[in-house]
């Protein structure tokens, strides 16, 4: 990885210029061209190290969220997983060492719709879904420091 | 702070990020059938008023690698929610705390995540964690994710949804 790269992963995960040209400014920013920059953040975004330049939501102020999980036996895993996965509503669906083996994030435009998803899955899977919705958020999330030495 | 129409179309413009163009706002603006800078004011909006918590190149923990990834879900009486929340972030270790409901058969009511680029560097810093004092007498657990089935930003709005 170039030192171009690392500083285009760690140094802009909030505060992105919202000017009319945002590259520019980070080029300017790390003495580079504009055309540098954006090369190199396709490259990354290519690579999967970069999902995105863009915003990330504060959960509840645009619609409604909640954490879910699964007691899925696990025979059935992959199949429940990619039923869960379906839902254009999950964003994130992890299989993790525990009972509760299948987690996941429902965001809806509403609750109402939230809900409905969640009895769907509970539903179509015949398993118990464990709601636990955010109740306060203590951490400020300022992007993930990649420390590298 | 309540959307309006606008914000929720400018939030399905740019849910999947920025293209990576010499003029981006302009590029989604005109999508839109607004001007740049309308998108631009639109967006500073939003952050200001919190609904964008950050604005930026979001990285992948795992293509990074940071593969030894854990949710670690705490028991907390309830009146000291606070001051253990406090102590976890004090660290600097964790990458998110929330507090969520307590539920039959599931008495956890915190939740923190940890990130390491092995199971041995992830159980040190949650190690760390345990000598802060309003943690070390908790009891709490550790689900490391094996796989990744699906992962994203969060969609609201869909384009040409009705909201």
Redesign the interface.
């Known amino acids: 990885m170039t030192e171009l790269e690392r500083r285009?992963?760690n140094d802009?995960?909030?505060?992105?210029p919202?000017?009319?040209?945002?590259?520019?400014e980070l080029a300017r920013c790390l003495e580079v061209s504009?055309v540098e920059v954006?090369e190199a953040?396709?490259r990354l975004?290519a690579?999967?190290?970069?999902?995105?330049?863009?915003?990330?939501?504060?959960p509840n102020?645009?619609?409604a969220?909640t954490?879910a999980a699964l007691s899925v036996p696990p025979e059935r895993l992959e199949d429940v997983?990619?039923l869960?996965?379906a839902y254009?509503?999950?964003?994130?669906?992890?299989?993790?060492?525990?009972s509760?083996n299948l987690?996941?994030?429902v965001?809806?435009?509403s609750r109402d719709r939230l809900a409905a998803v969640l009895a769907e899955i509970e539903a179509r899977t015949g398993l118990a879904v464990?709601?636990?919705?955010?109740?306060?958020?203590?951490?400020?999330?300022?992007?993930?420091?990649?420390r590298w030495h | 702070m309540a959307l309006n129409d606008d914000d929720k179309a400018v939030i399905a413009a740019v849910q999947a990020g920025l293209p990576l163009v010499e003029r981006p706002y302009a590029a989604i603006a005109e999508e839109l059938g607004m001007t740049e800078d309308q998108l631009i004011l639109t967006l500073s909006r939003l952050v200001d008023q919190g609904q964008i918590k950050r604005f930026g190149v979001v990285v992948r923990h795992h293509e990074l690698g940071y593969r030894a990834n854990a949710m670690v879900v705490w028991d907390v009486p309830d009146e000291q929610v606070a001051a253990a929340a406090a102590a976890m972030v004090e660290t600097q270790l964790v990458s998110l705390c929330y507090r969520r409901p307590r539920r039959p058969g599931w008495p956890y009511n915190l939740f923190c995540m940890l990130h390491g680029r092995s199971r041995e560097e992830t159980l040190g810093k949650l190690a760390t964690l345990r000598l802060q004092p309003e943690l070390a007498e908790l009891s709490c657990e550790v689900l490391f994710s094996t796989r990744r089935f699906k992962q994203r930003g969060a969609r609201y709005h869909e384009k040409g949804e009705e909201a």
């Open positions: 285009l992963l802009f995960q909030r505060g992105f919202l000017t009319p040209r945002p590259y520019a504009e954006i953040l396709a975004q690579e999967g190290a970069i999902s995105r330049v863009g915003p990330v939501f504060a102020r645009v619609g969220s954490l997983a990619a869960v996965s254009p509503e999950v964003n994130h669906n992890y299989e993790r060492e525990h509760h987690w996941f994030v965001t809806a435009e464990l709601d636990l919705p955010l109740e306060e958020q203590f951490h400020i999330d300022l992007g993930f420091d990649l």
